[in-house]
């Protein structure tokens, strides 16, 4: 079958489940934790902010935020800032509590209505299958059952730089064997993915909750969707 694209790769939170299934499972977590994941999603604007930085200034795209430097341990030295404590115990804090501790919970997190069917008939169309997420995917996609796949999984933090810098996105189509301008990208942040992707030379797709269609600006996405079906019809058709 000949279509425009030669792969296709997929957010994962957000993209491949309704969001607010976790939300909800997350509730018992916030009562202490809330301090963690705050300081979490500071540091990280941060790390985005100083990598727009190194654009600015010409620094190649495609290079990690920090050569050399462990992802985790910069993001945890910002959060320890952020807290007052000591990045160490921050950084274990983090890994036990938030990357590893709501990893569980999907097992209870059902994946949009059609995506099973719309991955299986994406492959069979003979598309290269990639998925990009700003953290790590493995053990939520078995967790949903969605780790059957996948010709390349990349988690943002591995490449050293978060969403929507083009860096992890032309890591993806690289792991892929995809050249970028072959390859559309489906997420749901018109920020982080579909201005990402189109930053890196990917065409993009958005998808919205079917009640907020046209009451938002779509990035210039290629196509927008609220349904998988749709999506499997715009890419195989």
Avoid: H
């Avoid at 499972?25 to 100083?50: E, S």
């Avoid at 890994?95 to 097992?107: D, H, K, S």
């Avoid at 970028?180 to 930053?199: H, M, W």
Wanted: hydrophobic content about 45%; glycine content about 8%; overall charge neutral.
């Amino acid at each position: 079958m000949k279509t425009a694209f030669d792969g296709i790769a997929f957010d994962l939170d957000g993209t491949l489940y309704p969001n607010y299934r976790l939300y909800i499972r997350l509730v018992p977590f916030l009562f202490t934790g809330a301090p963690l994941l705050v300081a979490m999603g500071k540091a990280r604007d941060a790390l985005r902010r100083q990598y727009a930085q190194r654009e600015k200034a010409g620094i190649p795209a495609d290079s990690a935020l920090i050569p050399g430097e462990d992802f985790y341990d910069l993001q945890a030295r910002l959060m320890a800032e952020i807290l007052g404590d000591d990045p160490a115990a921050v950084k274990e804090r983090a890994e036990r509590l938030i990357y590893r501790g709501w990893e569980p919970l999907f097992q209870k997190v059902a994946p949009f209505k059609w995506v099973r069917q719309t991955l299986e008939e994406l492959r069979a169309g003979g598309l290269k299958m990639g998925l990009l997420s700003d953290f790590p995917p493995e053990n939520k996609l078995a967790a949903m059952g969605l780790d059957g796949f996948w010709d390349a999984r990349i988690c943002s933090e591995s490449v050293g730089c978060l969403k929507p810098a083009p860096a992890p996105f032309l890591a993806l189509a690289r792991e892929m064997s995809v050249a970028p301008e072959r390859l559309l990208y489906v997420g749901n942040s018109v920020t982080y993915d579909i201005i990402g992707a189109k930053n890196a030379g990917m065409a993009a797709a958005l998808i919205i909750s079917p009640f907020k269609k046209g009451r938002r600006p779509d990035g210039g996405a290629d196509f927008v969707f609220s349904d998988y079906r749709q999506l499997s019809a715009y890419v195989l058709n």
